[in-house]
């Protein structure tokens, strides 16, 4: 951390600084400007950086500098090779890219049957769907909650796509991790600590989504409560930002990508239906994530989005899913990247009728 | 709720809108404009809210506007006549203002002892300190956990001072509950649903943080999943929203204060510590928030904050709330609101000493 | 537009309402909700549209609501198909992708002749180059003026490269016009009214900059005022937005684009080293801003970065950007664009020799 | 400027970092830290700041640390004493508040007159009303323009109110200032810097709004131009800042009066019409901004805001404003401040004839 004194700090002032970092077990390193005299408190790094609240309040100290980055694990430094790993037959973090499709909620078994295989054969190759929904109002549909787990489990059984569903509380984690593949803590609740421990305890893959307002480094310091606990297949989720723009519904923050690439080793996915809202931009948008080097994308895809319990607005009739696919395997070849081709799935009707 | 159509859109486009209005139990209305149909969709507001992402969807519909409210019991409408009720010797939502103080974390039990001391002398009628401690780092002093509780407790029974304390999970609120006379929700948390459901079933006094981008309107939303347990005491603390502007830790956002007045009944807290990130403007925000029309102030005050595990940076050193204190009194009393004298405390040693 | 009326709006007031809707020569259309009655105030849609403020403050009006979009000549409604035109050898608006790019600042003759050829060579079909530099600083180099136009009116003449540069006051305008094929308005001056006027009354082709908080709508307005004088040469050019994340210098609002195209017939061209700040993620966001269906980009180039009198952490090195090329041309081939390959140019010593 | 160097920088790139400083003709000093090394480069504050981009480039260097501020006549530093000048009988920067009020657009001689003598019975000490008007749409009232400034100049003759108004182009300068006592410069026109250069040679008084997202920082490097040339009479205006909430027009950045008061010796004014943008809101946070330390505030009054040609829904009506002037005295004096009592006018109805 550097200190930065005011041009008028007395030499007292700059001695206290001193001997409070020696106090610290830190190592003081003086640097006089023509104005100012610039202090550096030299530790390994997270050490020093717990301590800049002691300084800000001393006298004659201007500013406060960090200079390490305050997150370690989930740093590029600390493990320069990209982080992969596998859910299912989803592969997180290599050369293929990853689409993750699904119904915004789990509204009924037919209807999350109905939506599984449809974005299977588009070429999804994992399920999304939400068993415990968020809802910005107490009076909207909350989501089926441990019914929709099951439901998924029972999908997951007739389409062989992984299942990955939201997590809203440390208690609920066993529960979920015992019916998912991988866990989603939600935006809302990016910087929900208990949440986060139990997601790291629990040794389950997780997808960890961007808060509304967190920053980049933020984020990084989120996946690294999770990371702290041993659990390392952790993936990044860029969901948009908010910002004062209203003609969509969050700013995707495209920059992101390479940001996250650059900073750290693990999988960065796009979530264009919530970073946009409005099914009309998602393929767009879904384009660029890949031509800007995400490994994946999770999309809201609904065969009848007029009459979804939520998010409908934001979510892709099948057709036009598969029309994205399409658009985002020619770019993700253009930039040397790879997607699997659609799968053609066995008779579709018979396993229907076995699940329902 | 409000449907502007497409200025291309066809009469079948329209048909089909009003059908599914009506298939709702709505009712649709039609207003045919020079350029553009509208289409109004009338039932109780919240029930057509629920529906806006249907039609967003629909062919030929470029926009829905939302005309409703979409919460009730936070709303002013609702409930003319402002909330108010009492924490221990702390009134809410009345004519005096409320002023809460003391650590950011309880650290030890003389360290809280002592700054209960020093702000109730100083004013204050309500001691602030977390036990449970939310931070952006895993590597940072997360709180005592149940023994700050115990502290806390110790400290209200030796100076008097009702006691409030931040909550993180829903399982910790009975726990917290019967520890705390008050329970705060914090920013981080303020979409945390799963909290604020177990925040409002305790029928437990609630201060709810405003997230550091949540809007009015969502703050409102999350008072309302408390005031849904029929939980009616519930304070609303403004607290900095995330700006652009990084001359401060956050944005006060003032204009919320008279904004929450207009459309709730509920008392509005500001939290000058938070909101500004530097003990040098934290008098100023303070006494501008009264003069706006807050009901009262939450800050963070310590006896050494130069050493303070958290915020010391933020934190007031006594005699400088002291000083806080007087400005803010005569605020108060220019727009025509009270504030207790600081109160001449009984022998202090004696009391100190009974309790460590 | 429509009016919201609260719920508790007395007869008397809706009548004052509708009676003012009248005396503006708008037709006054009632619903009478469960709970509210909503107003709409029918007209051509910009002409209702400036009284808004009129009925804001009418006693028992709750909210305003605009139905009309506030522009016109620069939507799509009004031209449904692209709007085409040529600048030089560069084509706008059409199947090719445009690529402008050169030094933030026009230093010296020979720095911009070689920036040129380099980025000619490596497939650019437009230069651009500051001669009038906009800084934030009063201390920073603020541009060579005049001679800085002269500089790339010669390295035009050497390279056959059309030249974009910017504008930054009304009465520059003729001058500026008389040397670059192409004015551009800058970030700052989105809404400098009277410089937008004089570069709709030059007739010459425009490439206006979102401001830095500009909403897309506000962007839409401001090339209102240049369409408004009969100059339909008109580019829009996301450059990235301010927002609370400081991990880039600006966020790019990616989102922008398809909304853009589909608000808009105008050409929308992306700047990705404004958007990002630095040269490392320059690369990443044209690829994505080309996968989005961006018309073209406009890119700092730079021979010597590290020596740049402006913008040296953003601009690419030739070599780089030649590969930036590269890559965009693959994704724009994936999305059906076509990008011209690079141009064998004819000696190249020689040219030199004969500018300088 | 401090470079903070990659963990994984080599000794050569430290070499050469060093030996560009020197060749700059600063001074070079390292600090070895246990993971990085840190170079301070040391010179005149900024001198070194323009060179930052120099370094963001170069191999091995992570980030670049500003020191110094990038500003010197406007801070604090500076001159550490307040800034005081009068216009007319308004005194700004002293121990009194200034107020200046009137219409957002000068309408017609005797509106504008009507409204000088209601602002000035009710304390007000200066007259604002716009003859040039920025306006979003080109298809709104755009200000009268000359005849507007002659119907100023008429009713600061009638009433004794020195006169600001705003200025939107530098060729403007000369023939407003030949009018005005004061030049507004717009929020929009924050960083037109021919403008600020305009204004700053015309020797006027300048009151210079802060952009919408301008940084405080930026505001008072806007300040720097104008001071550049010799003109010390600027005060700084806050006038709300965008952000992400919708419930008023701007959010009023109540923090920036502290800050600027803390950073700068300039006087500050605020705006409460445009940062609130309702004029309900207006008085409260009126009241909030002396109480917080500003030095003046700037109000829109109308006596018919229902009729307005502009800005109708945040005008006070003159009851309404006269009702703020004596909450607002009533917190000034509470802050130790001074709002001169409401002057009785002669008789009104035979000035106005005069003039008409």
Redesign the interface.
Known sequence: M?L?MH??ATSEQVEAVVT?IEELGLKP?L?N????T?I?A?????VA??Y???????AGVDRV?P??R??KLASR?FCPVNTQFQVGGAAFGGDGVVIIAGPCAVESRSQTLEIAYAVKEAGATMLRGGAFK?????????GLGEEGLEILADVRLATGLPVITEV?????VPLVASFADMLQVGA??M?????LNAAGESQHPVLLKRG??A????LL?AA??IL?HGNRRVALCERG????????RN?????????LK??SHLPVILDPSH??G????VS??A???????ADGLIVEVHTH????L??????LKPERFAEMVR?VR??A???GRSLPEAINLPVRAANMAEVL
Request: charged share 15%.
């Open positions: 550097g930065v041009a008028t409070h390193h640097s400007g023509t104005e100012r610039i550096g030299i530790g390994e790094g997270m950086s717990q800049q609240d002691h300084f800000t309040i001393m500098i200079i390490s305050p997150y430094e968020p809802r910005t109002s107490p009076y909207s549909f909350q809203m509380a440390p208690e609920q809302r609740n910087q929900n600590y208990p949440l509304l307002s920053t980049v480094e933020e310091m690294e409560y702290a930002i908010r910002t004062f723009e209203t003609s969509t700013t995707t923050d495209i920059n992101a990508i390479p940001v650059d900073l970073s946009t409005h099914w009309q931009y767009a948008v384009r660029a994530a890949i031509a800007a080097g989005p007029e009459k979804a939520s998010d409908g607005g934001q979510s658009q020619a770019v070849l253009a930039v």
